[in-house]
């Protein structure tokens, strides 16, 4: 078994490095230098045609798109751990349900709040009725998660798995990037602290 991981701290990438990390599996960390322009040389594009983090390359066949990794990860070495529900469970099939859901509805609309009112994204893009649209969302789709909090300390249960550890890697940094006050979410926000005192968590956030 060989994990080869491509890797960019304070990217995509950090879910998965946390979710490594957490798993204890050995891997080989290969930085890439998003500035410098590594993630574009052809010998990354052959690995990913996207050039971009993460990458992973496991026994030899490459893979991009986090959710996709997150999966696999959690189905070859998740489930021994606790961190992944057994592969036709119906806790898998509640697994896949709110992590797919966490990149693509909620992640989704965060995105498109961010890309018309963050400081990350030029100014002329901002469109103020799109922001007003895309928050209204993102507040709906908190609450859901709010809702699914209430009664558990993590998103399945009583135990963290991979899908808290990819919802931490966008809400920790994406809702103070996009300056969202969710003192109203109490299950969210204590949820939030929780997963952000994991030692593999404040590790990536301490990376540069
Ligand atoms: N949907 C992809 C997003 C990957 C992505 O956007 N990665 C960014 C870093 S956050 C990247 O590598 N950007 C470099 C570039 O586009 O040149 C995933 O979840 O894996």
């Given at each position: ?16 490095r ?14 890439v ?9 052809p ?7 996207n ?22 990860l ?8 606790g ?42 893009l ?21 809702e ?6 993590y998103?399945?249960?009583?135990r ?14 994406g ?34």
């Amino acid at each position: 078994m060989s994990i080869t991981f491509y890797y960019a701290p304070q990217s995509s990438a950090f879910r998965i490095r946390v979710s490594l990390a957490e798993l204890d599996v050995p891997h080989e960390v290969v930085r890439v230098d998003l500035r410098a322009g590594d993630q574009k040389k052809p010998d990354f594009l052959a690995l990913n045609p996207n050039g971009k983090v993460p990458t992973v390359v496991i026994d030899g066949t490459p893979m991009f798109e986090s959710v996709a990794i997150q999966i696999a990860l959690g189905e070859r070495y998740g489930v021994q751990k606790g961190l992944w529900p057994a592969p036709g469970s119906p806790e898998q099939l509640t697994a896949l349900s709110w992590l797919v859901w966490g990149q693509v509805s909620l992640f989704g609309a965060l995105f498109r709040y961010m890309a018309n009112t963050s400081d990350y994204f030029p100014k002329e893009l901002h469109n103020e009725k799109q922001a007003e649209q895309t928050l209204t969302e993102v507040r709906a789709l908190l609450r859901i998660l709010d809702e699914r909090l209430d009664g558990r300390p993590y998103v399945l249960g009583e135990r963290c798995t991979l899908v808290d550890l990819d919802f931490v890697a966008m809400l920790g940094w994406g809702l103070m990037a996009a300056k969202i006050d969710i003192a109203d979410l109490k299950n969210l926000k204590g949820w939030l602290d929780r997963i952000a005192e994991r030692p593999a968590v404040k590790a990536a956030t301490d990376e540069t």
